[in-house]
Every structure is written in structure tokens, then in C-alpha cells.
């Protein structure tokens, strides 16, 4: 088996470090194999500090690469974000396109001949975060109670409540895993114990790009 670190994931932070395994795993890929996971999740205070100027291109470059993934949120705007990472690995790469594909980017590098690929969430179209996403991952039967929830955010906001407008959804999942059994469980545990759903369709789409990206 490849060492972890020729294959790794660049993540803004601990939350996306630790939800992704779980992710993966309730789709049927063996996290750990020989007392290793199969990928390095390397994470970041941030997405200004993941994307500051040589940090992408250092880890492309490094020693033993063989597959680089870069998962990062879009926040405002999915274009925005897409354009800063291609203008970072422009030096690295001729051919990336002008828009990320809808099923994120995988390419090689024209020297290494490492593997390359990025998404952002939540699906490289929207504005929004990994929480926009695990929110798509709500049960059915709960759906409801997520209604009501927005609903407390919303009044929440008009309170006063000094969340910034691009943490709502952070802010409304938070509110509806209070009301779950366990109340407030972390993300990460969420999809470890299926309070939200791993396998619903909506997690398709980045579950593929990963699985096809990293070989697994």
C-alpha cells in the first residue's frame, strides 16, 4: 500500500478532517487498511491560510506525490473560489478549465504526473460550506424539524444574534442537532451514527469524485 502521505486532502479545517472519514466509510470505503487511512487529511487554519500563495503548488510539488486533493468551502460564490485555485496553479497546470466541472476537477500534473482534483462545497456550483452539504444529508422524517429550525435562525437573527450572514447554515444544523437524541452532537458524530444520512443521493456526487480521485 502507498505511503499516506503520496496521497493527500487539503481541508480548511478539523471539521472536514474528521466528518470525511465517516463519509466515506458509510459508502463502503475501507478507511484504514494495515493500521493506515488511506488518505492523509491534512487540514488547515482556514481557507486564507490553505490558499495562500505557494501552498498548493509547494504540495504538489513535494516529494513522493501521487494524488492531491483540495476540498475547500465556497462561501459566497463557487466561481470566485474556483478562480483563486486556478490562478494559484496556473504556473502548474495550462489546461484547467474556465468553469470547475459539476463533478469537481481531476487532471495531472504535466511533470509529476501526480493526480490533482478539487471541490468545492458544497457542490461547485453553489454558494455555501461543508454544512450547506451535511444539511442535504437530513433524513427525510426530520425535515421538518429542519424547517422549524431555520425558522428559529432566522428569528434568532432578527434578535440580534451576531452570526454573519454566510454562517447561517452553520447556525441552523447546529440548532437542529440540539434537538436530536443525543442533543448537540459534533458533525462528525452526526454521520458516524447516522442522525444524518451518509448515503442519501445528495452525497453521490462528492463521494464519486473522491473514490475515482484517490483510487479507493
Sequence with gaps: MPST????????GDTDKRVIPFLMEANGIEWERSGRPVVCIKPYNGVKELLKPGVVEAELRASGLEILGVMVDANGDASD???????L??????DLPD???EGGL????????????????PDNRFSGMLEDFLIRLIPEESRGLYELAEKCVAEAAR???PFKDVHKA???IYTWLAWQDEPGRQLHEAVHHRVLDPERPESQPFVNWFRHLFKV
Design 5 to 12: 502521505s503520496s496521497r493527500k486532502l487539503l481541508v480548511e
Design 81 to 87: 473560489r474556483w478562480n483563486r485555485i486556478r490562478n
Design 89 to 94: 496553479c496556473r504556473d502548474e497546470f495550462d
Design 99 to 101: 468553469e470547475i466541472p
Design 106 to 121: 481531476e487532471t495531472v500534473h504535466p511533470e509529476t504526473r501526480a493526480r490533482f482534483g478539487v471541490w468545492i462545497m
Design 159 to 161: 434578535s440580534g444574534a
Design 170 to 172: 452553520k447556525a441552523e
